[in-house]
């Protein structure tokens, strides 16, 4: 090792989801929207003013800000926005988890949450899932530096019950508590609703899942004005420009067309519910989804099984060769097609391999 690898921040990179670069796959690996952004999101690309992109951005991203505080009935100073909320929940581990308590946060989750710990040099404690896959609201009613929760969790895609979220909130009045929905619009209550009670919860949301907009980055974060100042602070000192103009005034059409947005998630909402019923009659194991995934494990075939043989099939899941998981495939929700696809290529393999 040379000498200046010492003094080298040294990190486990969190590793994302295959991104292949092929059109004839059938792609439910990372929980993507199969269907395409509000018509008005095109439109700001058709129209776009090429000449403008020789200034900066606007550092505050307004519109944006102001189209999410009118959408969601909060004042501006309640909303900050990143560069998907990949950027805001980072931005807000380093913002507000400076504590020599350990952050708490469920030992199946979100993979990134103890990335980010490590790289930011954060105290943090795994509380272990129920065998359900259930958060055990006990476990965080103690102290600690910080907690994160994502609602609905993934990749096990199980929910909790806002009323019992709330506990862990109220029981946590001295630190941060951030919930996660990266998920949420697809059936669970979104935390927002307890925004006016609470000045210690962030909640955060991404246009990536539920906006079909994964491929601009935008996620944003809804807390009282304090929380708020305290991540735009941060942000300064680190990037002012974190979204660019044309991704600022893409979101900005995102938000506007409420009717695409409903249309496009009862799609979705429909095709899961249909899949499920197809999984369940080939004997798929999982709990209900309030997603755009199933996290399902079958009795009898291994899960790296089936996800080699999808793969060669072409239709890409998700598998973790994690303990406690590794008998699970994550599968996102396609289109009607996408999935039938799915089924039938399932019903035909074990129907050969049982
Ligand atoms: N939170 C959870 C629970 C997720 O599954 C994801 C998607 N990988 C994210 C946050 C990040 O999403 P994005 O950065 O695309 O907004």
Redesign the pocket.
């Known amino acids: 090792m040379a000498a200046w690898e010492e003094n080298v921040r040294k990190v486990v990179p969190y590793t994302p989801g295959e991104q292949p670069n092929r059109s004839d796959i059938i792609k439910l690996n990372t929980?993507e929207n199969p269907y395409p952004p509000a018509p008005g999101v095109a439109e700001i690309l058709r129209e776009m003013d090429v000449q403008g992109l020789r200034k900066y951005p606007d550092p505050t991203a307004d519109d944006l800000v102001s189209a999410l505080a009118e959408y969601h009935g909060l004042q501006k100073e309640q909303v900050f926005v990143g560069v998907?909320?990949?950027?805001v929940?980072a931005m807000s581990f380093l913002t507000f988890f400076n504590s020599q308590k350990p952050v708490l946060f469920p030992d199946i989750t979100?993979s990134f949450y103890d990335v980010w710990a490590e790289l930011f040099r954060i105290p943090y404690q795994c509380q272990p899932l129920d065998e359900k896959f259930q958060i055990r609201t006990e476990d965080y009613l103690k102290d600690c530096g910080g907690i994160v929760i994502?609602n609905p969790n993934?990749p096990t895609g199980t929910w909790k019950e806002l009323a019992e979220l709330e506990q862990i909130i109220a029981g946590n009045p001295e630190v941060i508590v951030i919930i996660?929905e990266?998920y949420i619009d697809f059936g669970g209550k979104s935390a927002f609703s307890l925004l006016p009670k609470y000045d210690n919860l962030l909640v955060v949301q991404?246009f990536?899942k539920s906006r079909s907009l994964?491929g601009m980055?935008i996620?944003y974060a809804l807390g009282n004005q304090k929380l708020i100042k305290y991540l735009n602070d941060a942000k300064y000192s680190f990037n002012s420009y974190t979204m660019d103009t044309v991704t600022i005034a893409m979101g900005v059409e995102a938000v506007k067309d409420k009717v695409y947005f409903r249309q496009t998630l009862q799609k979705v909402i429909n095709t899961r519910e249909w899949t499920q019923k197809q999984l369940k009659k080939l004997g798929f194991v999982f709990q209900d989804s309030q997603s755009n995934f199933i996290f399902a494990s079958h009795p009898n075939i291994a899960a790296r099984d089936l996800f080699e043989a999808l793969k060669a099939e072409g239709i890409y899941v998700r598998y973790f060769a994690k303990p406690r998981i590794d008998n699970y495939l994550r599968i996102s929700i396609g289109t009607d097609q996408e999935m039938k696809a799915l089924i039938s290529f399932l019903e035909q393999y074990l129907g050969e391999n049982l």
Do not use: H, K, P
């Open positions: 929980n998907g909320s990949d950027d929940l979100y994502a993934a996660d990266a991404t990536s994964a980055r996620g």
